[in-house]
């Protein structure tokens, strides 16, 4: 694993584990648990100077996420009825953004970086 330098690795990662898919069948919530465990996130830079690939892990625990790293990291996220999430993550004086879904033990999304004027987009599978 990479030493994690830049916040959009963990917006990535966080945007991925929290989303719970919308179910097949009308008319029944999602299970906001479906998605619990540790997930591992790799984040790809798009444009911009975030020139550096990152890789690291998530937990999952009733929907939330959480960090599973050693960096001083606040993420926070919501996520709406029809199974996207958006993520922010804050880690010193750099905030990061980040949307995505998960669908089944795979989850996609973009991460945007307006401090470090960079963009990319992460993948994240459950362990």
């Not at 804050?90 to 905030?95: I, K, L, P, S």
Request: glycine residues 10%; positive net charge; charged residues 20%.
């Amino acid at each position: 694993m990479r030493t994690l330098r830049h916040v959009p690795a963990v917006a990535a990662i966080c945007m991925a584990f929290a989303v719970p898919p919308a179910t097949a069948q009308s008319g029944s919530a999602p299970d906001a648990t479906m998605h619990d465990g540790i997930w591992r996130v790799a984040t790809e830079p798009v444009t911009g100077p975030c020139s550096k690939r990152m890789e690291f892990k998530l937990a999952v625990e009733d929907g939330q996420i959480s960090y599973a790293g050693i960096w001083p990291v606040d993420a926070s996220g919501t996520v709406n009825p029809v199974g996207l999430i958006t993520i922010r993550l804050v880690r010193g004086e750099e905030t990061v953004s980040a949307k995505g879904l998960v669908r089944g033990d795979t989850a996609s999304g973009d991460w945007v970086s307006p401090a470090k004027n960079c963009t990319g987009s992460w993948i994240a599978r459950r362990a």
